[in-house]
């Protein structure tokens, strides 16, 4: 069974920067397109940026141009670098692949 294990989050400043990583448990993982998702309290689950197998990457307007996806698929990790982060990025951050979801990595931004 396929597992994703989120890491990287945590309390931050306004203005900092996080990386998160997201391991996966499979070898699929190099043919597959790598999401991540945040959820804040009381809102739905969005997605944040996601990329290919090849490298090509996608971001919501939410965070784009202060975040950016990466994958190395000899480790079978994604990672997304998150800078200049404000309080409203604060959400359990998951990651999504092949339809399974991480257990999640809180970031927390104070003001």
């Known amino acids: 069974q396929v597992q994703l294990v989120e890491s990287g989050g945590g309390l931050v400043q306004a203005g900092g920067s996080l990386r998160l990583s997201c391991a996966a448990s499979?070898?699929?993982?190099?043919?597959?397109?790598m999401s991540w998702y945040r959820q804040a309290p009381g809102k739905r689950r969005v997605l944040v940026a996601s990329i290919t197998s090849d490298g090509s990457a996608n971001y919501a307007d939410s965070l784009k141009g202060r975040c950016t996806i990466s994958r190395d698929n000899a480790k079978n990790t994604v990672y997304l670098q998150m800078n200049s982060l404000k309080p409203e990025d604060t959400a359990v951050y998951y990651c999504?692949?092949?339809?399974?979801w991480g257990q999640g990595t809180q970031v927390t931004v104070s003001s």
């Open positions: 999504l692949l092949n339809g399974i």
């Open positions: 499979t070898s699929i993982f190099s043919s597959k397109v």
